[in-house]
């Protein structure tokens, strides 16, 4: 099995002032990679937070992404934090600024690249960088660690730019629609998960919907088994398959 | 300070099939509540890490939210769970039980009290329970960790139910927005916010909309620094307020 860690750096999602949309993303895109995202966690912008949570993140998962704290002002603290997790120096990264003059030069000759503008490439060093067609922004890699910046569209033109890199074994995934309510299906589910213990069977109930009570979710890398539960579960819920 | 921790329990947000809308509901309710919300974890319906997750935020926060896992089938986990974090043995709980044969045989003939849904009431023990108006299902309450549904309309309404338990001082927020780019205000707002170190001034840019570049956040529990702060801000950035 191939693991992920999702870390979600920002004060705004904790307070409500802003919905974070990067997870659902990133648990899509995993999905279809094949890994599996085990953990998301929401801390604030703290340096010594940020930091404990990476360190044990990048030990745990085989990788880590964050998002989030990467921009110009005083409360982007994620690079900081990721020297700080892993005992780097912080330094300017000469290509990195580079790009940033050309940039601005060619399309922005009114942003002058600034004290604040240049932070964005004061980096952890050593470190990897991902160039992501278009953007200027760069994708800062540590080890396993994978730097996204926090607004929601730069951060899916990033992941998609660089999802060919985390690979594991194809999940099947069957969903299965029923009227009935969970309580009268789940003994029929549970004999089919106990037969089948390498599909991971999941009952999901939606409230005030006409097409349906429960949605029924099998999923594994065995294929086979996974096609064969899925068959029993769906004559035993009544259920059906959306085309 | 009063904090707070939520714990996301389930596969499905994991995995990106359903997107987790209780986070955000918790994060408004506590913040005008005057909590602190200080971590969100989404985790899978594993036993061991849910409760090793919350025996750790029941230490670290006054207060601790679980969503999801209490429904009648197999891949509900989260009381047994509960029980094991905190020691305690699990049996029916015969009031509860009662209101479901009660609410059963007012509004659900054709649905018996089988297995399924008498685990529903088999819960740790001991444990506080909270009847929410209009709802059979109980919010259960083990010391400072309030067990809530997944489903989010049932989390919402428990929620609204109980929030007057949670209460801290009251944070003032003011919300500006600017023309400006986040670069090119980095500096005055660094200023601002080395003058007011009580107010959390928060910098958070929104590409593609024509009202504004970057939504900028002034909190705090000193009412008159966050509003003297926020004058300054809106002063040095050109910014505005929303009606």
């Given at each position: 099995?191939?693991?992920?860690?999702?870390?979600?750096?920002?004060?705004?999602?904790?307070?409500?002032?802003?919905?974070?949309?990067?997870?659902?993303?990133?648990?899509?895109?995993?999905?279809?990679?094949?890994?599996?995202?085990?953990?998301?966690?929401v801390?604030?912008?703290?340096?010594?937070?940020?930091?404990?949570?990476?360190?044990q993140m990048?030990?745990?998962?085989?990788?880590?992404?964050?998002?989030?704290?990467?921009?110009?002002?005083?409360?982007?603290?994620?690079?900081?934090a990721?020297?700080?997790?892993?005992?780097?120096?912080?330094?300017?990264?000469?290509?990195?600024?580079?790009?940033?003059?050309?940039?601005?030069?060619?399309?922005?000759?009114?942003?002058?690249?600034?004290?604040?503008?240049?932070?964005?490439?004061?980096?952890?060093?050593?470190?990897?960088?991902?160039?992501?067609?278009?953007?200027?922004?760069?994708?800062?890699?540590?080890?396993?660690?994978?730097?996204?910046?926090?607004?929601?569209?730069?951060?899916?033109?990033?992941?998609?730019?660089?999802?060919?890199?985390?690979?594991?074994?194809?999940?099947?995934?069957?969903?299965?629609?029923?009227?009935?309510?969970?309580?009268?299906?789940?003994?029929?589910?549970?004999?089919?998960q106990?037969?089948?213990?390498?599909?991971?069977?999941?009952?999901?109930?939606?409230?005030?919907?006409?097409?349906?009570?429960?949605?029924?979710?099998?999923?594994?890398?065995?294929?086979?088994?996974?096609?064969?539960?899925?068959?029993?579960?769906?004559?035993?819920?009544?259920?059906?398959?959306?085309?």
């Open positions: 099995v191939v693991s992920a860690s999702a870390l979600i750096i920002g004060d705004e999602i904790l307070s409500g002032k802003i919905q974070d949309e990067n997870s659902l993303v990133l648990a899509r895109t995993l999905f279809e990679q094949g890994v599996r995202l085990t953990r998301i966690e801390i604030p912008d703290d340096i010594d937070k940020i930091a404990s949570c990476v360190r990048s030990k745990e998962s085989d990788f880590v992404f964050t998002s989030g704290g990467i921009g110009p002002t005083h409360d982007d603290k994620t690079y900081e990721l020297a700080k997790a892993f005992g780097l120096k912080m330094s300017y990264h000469p290509e990195t600024l580079r790009g940033f003059v050309e940039y601005q030069t060619l399309y922005a000759p009114d942003k002058p690249l600034n004290e604040a503008r240049k932070k964005m490439a004061f980096l952890p060093e050593p470190c990897e960088i991902i160039h992501t067609e278009g953007l200027w922004v760069p994708l800062v890699v540590l080890g396993n660690v994978y730097i996204l910046p926090g607004v929601p569209s730069l951060f899916a033109r990033m992941l998609e730019g660089v999802k060919h890199r985390f690979k594991g074994p194809a999940i099947e995934r069957v969903l299965i629609y029923t009227q009935k309510s969970e309580g009268d299906i789940a003994a029929e589910l549970e004999a089919v106990n037969a089948f213990p390498q599909v991971a069977i999941g009952s999901y109930p939606k409230y005030g919907l006409p097409e349906y009570m429960v949605m029924l979710s099998l999923e594994g890398t065995d294929k086979e088994a996974v096609h064969e539960a899925a068959r029993l579960v769906e004559a035993a819920v009544e259920g059906y398959r959306k085309l």
